[in-house]
């Protein structure tokens, strides 16, 4: 899993336990941003940014989901399609895992 430092956390109301509500890659390169999608906190989705060019690398369930798909290069490909749609390499030919085909 990539290595990351969390950079808030709040008390979950139900269980009393401190999560993680926001984190960054140790190298700079990812930020971890937890949503707040209904109530209680377990299983709340998490979405992997790419810093540098601000592209999402996917949507993952908990925050150990995120950093091994940003570990694993899962995250890399996401930020990759659309870098190759927006350099038009997807112009000739619908590209199916492109999202913005």
């Known amino acids: ?15 009393g336990n401190i999560e993680p509500w926001d984190a960054t890659s140790d190298d700079g390169t990812w930020a971890y941003i937890r949503l707040e999608e209904g109530p209680g906190g ?5 979405i992997v940014e790419h ?6 690398g996917g949507w993952y369930p908990v925050l150990d989901a995120a950093r091994r798909a940003t570990a694993d290069g899962t995250a890399t490909a996401e930020v990759n399609l ?9 112009d000739k030919e619908r590209e199916p895992a492109c999202a913005k085909c």
């Open 82 to 90: 659309v870098l190759d749609h927006r350099a038009g390499k997807h």
């Open 51 to 56: 810093v540098q060019t601000g592209i999402w």
């Open 1 to 15: 899993m990539t290595p990351v430092t969390v950079n808030a956390a709040r008390v979950n109301l139900l269980t």
């Open 42 to 46: 377990e299983g709340t989705p998490w």
